[in-house]
């Protein structure tokens, strides 16, 4: 087990080093001077060179690189004051420091991503145990016909129409809103409400059918029938063998979903108008604000590289067939 994640974390090294270096590579590719951009519109050629300068621009390109790469790990210095570890540059637009800038938006993401997945799990995957539980009844097809039903829609499509209903007709909720956890719990959890339950109606199909397809074909195993064959109860059964085996495809999509929310819910975020990590990629790319286009991309990248070595790991914890081959 520590061979395998020595190995995985090794190549998700080097990968992010190849995303790094193409990412960095392809700040420079732009036909616009970076520095013009961060000059702005009245920009003279003197104020152009100190850019250059304070910005590291008028070194060569592999010592640019290596700077940055440099200051991920041990900070660096710019003319603006000093970028402590892990330092992704300085932004064109307010001359924050980027990793300042992401973490001001990352606790957003994180409460919508954690929240959302609460919800969405414990209803997605309730709604497909009981589905394969009860199979060919009624709770069955209504929960699979629900599910075809809301894999559909879309949250930019969903979201306008549960506003509507629950803020502007009824009065029920309030706009979304961000408020920090350590603030006020209340708020925090009142105002990311919406969003959570537009996220869960439209990710628990998912789930559900998933959820109930791998119990389905999980109870007819020959190891389950097994322990049906031995007297033990099918409550045992059900929960201790098939269960066990139907999560290595659920896992799967968990990591997938986890990751693509944690590296931006840009639809999410638009559509409820909160300002994340999503919002902030779009916003990079509107303001042509390179530095932190430029770190949004590692660190979205980092998290779908950690989430996937973390869902192979888990692989190996829940079915020991994945050990021993």
């Given amino acids: 087990m520590l061979r395998f994640l020595i190995r995985r974390t090794s190549g998700a090294a080097l990968i992010l080093l190849l995303i790094s270096a193409f990412t960095f590579f392809m700040y420079f590719a732009i036909p616009q001077d970076p520095a013009l951009l961060a000059c702005g519109k009245n920009c003279t050629p003197d104020a152009l060179d100190i850019i250059h300068k304070n910005l590291g621009l008028d070194s060569p390109l592999p010592v640019q690189y290596w700077d940055f790469l440099k200051g991920i790990f ?42 959302g997945l609460v919800v969405f799990l414990t209803a997605g995957l309730g709604a497909g145990l009981l589905a394969a539980k009860f199979r060919g009844t009624w709770i069955d097809k209504l929960f699979s016909g629900a599910s075809l039903v809301t894999s559909s829609f879309q949250i930019y499509l969903l979201g306008p129409i549960v506003m509507g209903i629950f803020v502007y007709s009824t009065g029920w909720l309030k706009r979304p809103k961000y408020v920090p956890f350590t603030e006020n719990p209340g708020a925090w959890f009142m105002g990311l409400l919406i969003p959570w339950i537009v996220m869960a109606t439209i990710f628990t199909a998912n789930y559900t ?71 902030l990629a779009i916003e990079s790319v509107t303001n042509k604000d390179l530095p932190v286009l430029m770190g949004v991309m590692l660190v979205s990248a980092a998290f779908i590289i950690i989430f996937n070595v973390i869902v192979d790991a888990l692989y190996a914890v829940i079915d020991p067939r994945v050990r021993l081959s």
């Fill in 74 to 115: 041990v900070g660096r210095d710019f003319a603006v004051g000093h970028c402590d570890a892990p330092c992704f540059g300085v932004s064109f637009r307010n001359n924050q420091m980027v990793w300042d800038t992401m973490m001001d938006r990352l606790p957003l993401t994180v409460s919508l991503t954690v929240g």
């Fill in 209 to 279: 059918r998933m959820a109930r397809s791998s119990m389905i074909e999980q109870l007819q195993e020959e190891h389950v029938r097994a322990a049906k064959a031995k007297g033990m109860s099918s409550r045992y059964v059900f929960f201790r063998y098939a269960w066990r085996g139907s999560l290595i495809p659920i896992i799967t999509i968990i990591g997938m979903d986890i990751a693509a929310l944690l590296s931006g819910g840009m639809v999410t975020e638009l559509t409820f108008n909160l300002a994340g990590f999503g919002r």
